[in-house]
């Protein structure tokens, strides 16, 4: 993302042709799950759990960016869609596979930190606690997970709770 910072017009398209290239990978990744004939339904739950983390979390991040540079960025031909990125980061959330704790990650991150520093939105903390109750289940001493833990308490007024 350096090519931001960088006001040249050239290496401003260069670093947008990467990232739409990053994002035809995923893309082929997509095409590869629905064509190929798995015939183990686990790997194929454990691949297709990758690919919606990958263009879930691209779109949410690459959404994130400012407006300005999201219109340039619709000038080399992609556009980062925030719904479409939540909706296939939480399919894979439901996921039973290897990548599902790491969709979870993602969408708390969103709710509790990044729409807060940013300052977008308020994010949704109902919907974090929900996605987080199970991964404490899973990970009860999972350091990354008590840390939003204790991160949706305190952005909830709740900083007494906090372990």
């Not at 996605?131 to 991160?151: M, T």
């Not at 305190?154 to 007494?160: A, H, K, L, T, V």
Request: proline share 2%; net charge positive.
């Amino acid at each position: 993302m350096s090519f931001i910072q960088d006001e040249n017009l050239v290496s401003f398209i260069k670093g947008g042709m990467k990232i739409r290239s990053c994002y035809s990978s995923y893309k082929e990744c997509v095409n590869f799950l629905e064509s190929r004939n798995w015939r183990d339904e686990r790997s194929r739950t454990h691949y297709e759990s990758g690919v919606k983390l990958g263009i879930g979390t691209f779109n949410l991040m690459i959404s994130m960016l400012p407006k300005k540079i999201l219109r340039l960025l619709e000038f080399v031909g992609f556009s980062g869609n925030r719904e479409f990125g939540l909706a296939e980061l939480e399919k894979g959330r439901v996921l039973q596979s290897l990548r599902a704790p790491l969709c979870s990650s993602v969408l708390i991150c969103f709710h509790s930190i990044i729409t807060h520093v940013f300052g977008t939105a308020d994010g949704d903390r109902e919907y974090a606690r929900r996605v987080l109750a199970p991964c404490l289940d899973l990970y009860p001493n999972g350091a990354l997970f008590l840390f939003y833990a204790g991160r949706v308490e305190e952005i909830s007024g709740n900083i007494d709770v906090v372990r």
